[in-house]
């Protein structure tokens, strides 16, 4: 219940915060809703954390150039009640109402559980699906990575040391494009046992993209591309579906705990993705 | 007695929804819980707890610990090797009982257990030095689960005892042989009560403080039996028990993983004495996890035998029970409860039962919400879905075929219980009503035919309550009561009965407020400081309101009496009678109010012949008998066939419970039952790997109900009082847990049955289920 | 090395130093006093010491003392005001929202935010928005019931 000492900085911008981490020995503290209950257990032990709260341009949300750009200390909830992402963006402030409980919603940041690289943590199975890039700031350089370059495995993001995580970009969503997001909860700790989100658009009866991102099932969340590109093209029927489905864990590793097997969490992200499937291409006819 | 269907206040106050007197302390976060006593000079204690299940301990070095400033001292088994130990209240013949010293000594048991203690003056600095006691364990091969552990090679737990054995345990009644041989069907089933994890959101905690000129202990300590308590700890430390008070703050519940006395609170003690500083521990949510006691942990094996029309002959049952490394308080006691409940609410005389108590390397079980009547209720109620299965007959049916009549009562089980009053038929036809059954059946077949997977679900259960007369009780199972009537006229109710939860600070001024005739706001309920509150023994097994509810009541009659002669002094009459809060005259109507009866009492101007002055009397009730509550649920589920969810589409409870003196007090106990019930039957499941670790051991691995995940629950009541009390109450505290798992299981059972499935052990996780579904149905 | 914080806590401010290790429910509980809040897990899953941090429900045991600095904080003890219970308090009351109390702050809390973002909520969004608090006594079905009480009274 009680964490080990630490030494706490809360600088008021970018450049400070940038300064504090480049000595390699600082963690971040964004919501700490992932950080602060392993300092308690002492499975985490940082010897300085940097607590980004002061940094307000972190917590933007904008629209431009058809691209929509997340501060990484936006929570949750930000993400949840935002009509810009409820219109722009619907499937990521879908994903984000899925998150925890309202207390975690609240202070738990979007920037914060990407770089703790939870393998069940919802966001990323949306943000696989649209395709998202991350920007990575150290003092005097940044670079913007494709989620999927970010997310190494588990707990392990591609970050180095220094560098820290400011914004993720995702397109704005076109018109007519079904999405969902399906998740079989650990009743216990309300992270998804197995997520799956489903992007789909069809142009003439015919599925024109069709994006799935899954989460929970495997060390990192993955997309699922040869399900995408059975359908792909498909008139999206129950059958393509189906087949399309049966694809997502097949060649996967699953994970395995006390509250799933390895190959019911495989057949749960079939079933999952078939319900993802179905529900976006229903918002998408 | 005659059952009422429709509940009825009986008097102004008892059998009316009140609102609870303890909510406004509660409601605005006033109430004081143990954590939140301070203490001038306060210490806070960390306990240093073993990471393995079973090791040697080698050596142990606290130098770095006590080198950091701010900690006090640092404590290890050598210390307290005098002390303890934690006591077994339960006798069974032959019962193996190992020495449980309150920190471990050369061994540990299980993991958590507790190695040493860092007394400290913040809990920072405590937590702190905790990780620089350097423990130097021989790691030892460790089992983890009864059934190993009874196989031949097992490690032992006690290397005393290689067959890890704590005792067996036969019981028979009737002629079970000939019933089995006489028998037109038999079915068998091994049907799993799976660990649980009791989980009072509230963790325990320990405040001890060290009086050196009185030679005087005060420990404050988060308990459902503060008096047990106190005599208990008094032989743990060596003090004498009138130095030694217990003082039980707000608890934030119990669920008995409080009936218990634990290592935490003699160490305390012991802490406090050493240190000569009061010391506070709070058990963290992993440590409650770990060290608190477990419920249930069976794996039984049922035999049941029957004539082909319905009728059941007889009941067998090999019950092998996971102890745990130690004996706590009640922990070999709890599968014979089990055994007592064995025959349900049916009217079959013959049984059989063996227990095996079991040692492994894992926290010691003991009595958790029901407390050896769910494993009981669940075993007889799944075989008799399964009997009604083989039959083909319906499971409403078949159940009432073979309950005892109203006119039978009192009914004579053979486990030797006397059922004190039923009318089993009247919940389960109110719960068949309210379902509307033959149209659900209809619903059913309709959903069947559409492939959807549906299913109905009864449970009727009984349980054995309000513990107990004192012979079948390790520690005396009367209550006491002292009602006390200030000069002013105001009454005090002290109870030796110890609520947390339950409400009976409301429930007793109720009785005492109708029988007095004074209103609820003038009476005083107070509990839990044995400094206060003449001897008591607590709350559990459903027992405060049906044997400590009686204590207030007949105290008051016999204040009544000393009332009523006052008041014939103040009238000058002979002929006078108490009723609504005054003395009347019988024969001139001149009257005098209790508080002027009371003032007159005090000053003792004048004192009827023979009576002390005052207003003021203590009762202790010893009941003649247990109670046995029952009542019928009925749960409606759909499986999901592609993931292998359960959801519930209704529940319905309905409870007879006796008299009812707080029908919105009785509702929340069914609803709080029922979702551990539910917390049982689908989520809930402590789970140690081979090696003895806890993997469920924290709230992200251990699912209790969150709110949703219960459905909305529908709750019914019969009343068939009881003739044990004159209150006519039964109890509710467990109802609602026994009741809940059967009926959950048997309707998943139900909805499966079209694909073959027999029987689902709990919890009813997804998994389990759409491995049957694979399978066909064939497990 | 300890940090100085400046804190409004049920309308008064106060100023205190603190270790940046120092958690806000220890912080609220053992440095000022107010023990409303209860402490029930490490994992941030009880709800138990949830309290309003600049009017957002925050589970004070997964913060630091040091984060709240500037900030308006909450409680339990503050929710009653010139001696009148807040609705929320007396529909729990009045409805047995609650038997062992353990809960019933951090719970009433939550109920507060949810009843603030959705004034009249259904049952499933009643249990949707209480799902950050545990209870092990009541089943929820009262809480719901309080919930539905104290929107009604504060809808008039």
Known sequence: MIPQSFEYSVPNTLQEALQLLAGGNAKVLAGGMSLVPLMKLRLAAPEHLVDLRRITGLKTLSESSGEIRIGAMATHHDLDSSPLLRQRCPLLAEAAKHIGDVQVRNLGTIGGSLSHADPAADYPASLLALGAKVKLVRAGAERTLNLEDFLVDTFTTAAEPGE?????????????????????????????????????????????????????????????????????????????????????????????????????????????????????????? | ????????????????????????????????????????????????????????????????????????????????????????????????????????????????????????????????????????????????????????????????????????????????????????????????????????????????????????????????????????????????????????????????????????????????????????????????????????????????????????????????????????????????????????????????????????????????????????????????????????????????????????????????LSYDSGDYEAPLRRALELVDYPRLRQEQAEARQQGRLMGIGLSTYGEVSAFGPSPATPAGGWESATVKIDPAGKVTVLTGASPHGQGEETTFAQIAADELGVDLEDVIVLHGDTAVVQYGIGTF????????????????????????????????????????????????????????????????????????????????????????????????????????????????????CGNIINPLLVDGQVHGGVAQGMGQALYEQAVYDNNGQLLSGELTDYAIPKAGMMPWLETGHTITPSPVNPLGVKGVGEAGTIGASPALVNSVVDALSPLGVRHIDMPMLPEKIWQLLQQGGQA | MKRLISVTINGKQRTDEVEPRLLLIHYLRDVVGLTGSHIGCETSLCGACTVELDGKAVKSCTMFAVQVDGCRLLTIEGLVSNGKYHPLQEAFWNEHGLQCGFCTPGMIVACKQLLERTPVPTEEEIRHGIEGNLCRCTGYQHIVNAVKAASAKMGI
């Open chain 1, 164 to 285: 820290l995580l400011t914004e993720i970009i995702v397109p704005v969503e076109e018109p007519k494009t079904g999405v969902s997001y399906q998740k079989m909860v650990q009743p216990a700790s309300g992270f998804a046992i197995v997520g799956v989100a489903a992007r789909v658009r069809k142009s003439n009866g015919q599925i024109s993209l069709a994006r799935l991102g899954l989460t929970g099932v495997a060390p990192s969340p993955f997309r699922a591309a040869a399900a995408e590109a059975r359908l792909q093209g498909s008139a999206g029927s129950a059958e393509d579906i189906r087949q399309a489905a049966a694809l997502v864990s097949s060649n996967i590793e699953a994970n395995a705990d006390i509250h799933a097997s390895a190959s019911y969490r495989k057949q749960m992200a079939q079933v999952y993705a078939a319900r993802a499937l179905h529900a976006a291409l229903a918002e998408a006819s």
């Open chain 2, 1 to 416: 007695m005659a059952t009422i269907l429709t509940p009825q206040a009986t008097g102004k106050l008892v059998g009316k929804r009140v609102r609870r007197r303890e909510d406004p302390r509660l409601i605005t976060g006033t109430a004081t819980y143990v954590d939140d006593i301070q203490k001038p000079g306060m210490h806070h204690a960390c306990i240093v707890r073993s990471p393995y299940a079973a090791a040697r301990i080698k050596g142990i070095n606290a130098q770095a610990a006590l080198a950091l400033p701010g900690v006090a001292a640092v404590f290890t088994g050598k210390d307290v090797a005098a002390l303890g130990p934690v006591p077994c209240g339960a006798s069974l013949p032959g019962l193996r009982v190992p020495h449980h010293h309150i920190l471990a000594q050369d061994r540990v048991y299980f993991t958590g257990h507790p190695v040493a203690v860092v007394v400290a003056t913040d809990r920072y600095i405590a937590r702190d030095a905790a990780d620089l006691v350097e423990v130097d364990y021989e790691e030892l091969p460790a089992v983890a689960a009864p059934e190993k552990a009874l196989a031949p090679g097992a490690p032992a737990v006690h290397p005393e005892w290689p067959d890890n054995t704590a005792f067996t345990y036969h019981q028979e009644g009737g002629d079970v042989n000939k019933a089995f041989a006489e028998a037109e069907v038999i079915v068998k089933q091994r049907i799993i009560s799976q660990r649980l994890i009791p989980t009072a959101m509230e963790t325990r905690g320990v405040v001890a403080e060290w009086q050196p000129g009185d030679k005087a202990l005060t420990v404050y300590s988060s308990s459902q039996i503060p008096h047990l308590l106190r005599s208990l700890l008094a032989g743990m430390l060596g003090l004498p028990e009138n130095r030694l008070r217990v003082v039980v703050p707000e608890v934030g519940g119990g669920f008995g993983s409080k009936l218990n006395v634990y290592a935490e609170e003699a160490l305390m003690g012991f802490v406090a004495m050493k240190i000569g500083k009061p010391v506070k521990w709070i058990e963290s949510r992993r440590e409650n996890f770990l060290c608190t006691i477990h419920g249930r942990g069976h794996v039984d094996y049922y035999e049941i035998a029957a004539k082909k029309d319905g009728t059941i002959l007889g009941l067998k049952l090999k019950l092998i029970q996971d102890l745990g490394a130690y004996h706590q308080l009640l922990t070999p006691a709890i599968p014979t409860l089990s055994v007592l409940m064995m025959p349900g609410l049916y009217r079959f005389k013959n049984i059989l039962a063996d227990i095996v108590g079991v040692f492994t390397n894992c926290v010691p079980t003991d009595a958790y919400r029901g407390a050896g009547r769910p494993e009981a209720t669940h075993g007889i109620e799944r075989m008799v879905d399964m009997l009604a299965a083989e039959l083909k007959m319906d499971p409403a049916e078949i159940r009432l075929k073979n309950f005892p009549q109203p006119d039978e009562f009192p009914f004579a089980t053979a486990t030797g």
């Open chain 2, 541 to 656: 097994g459903s027992r405060a309101t049906a044997v400590g509810g009686p204590a207030v009541y007949y105290a008051i009659q016999k204040l009544k009496e000393k009332i009523q002669k006052f008041g014939a002094l103040l009238l000058e009459s002979a002929e006078v009678t108490f009723t609504n809060g005054n003395c009347v005259c019988n024969r001139n109507g001149k009257s005098v109010t209790l508080a002027q009866v009371a003032a007159a009492s005090y000053r003792a101007m004048k004192l009827p012949p023979g009576e002390e002055p005052g207003l003021q009397v203590t009762y202790f009730w010893e009941p003649p008998n247990f109670t046995f509550p029952f009542g019928a649920h009925i749960a409606v589920t759909e499986v999901d066939r592609e993931t292998g969810r359960v959801s519930i589409l209704r529940y319905v409870a309905v409870d007879d």
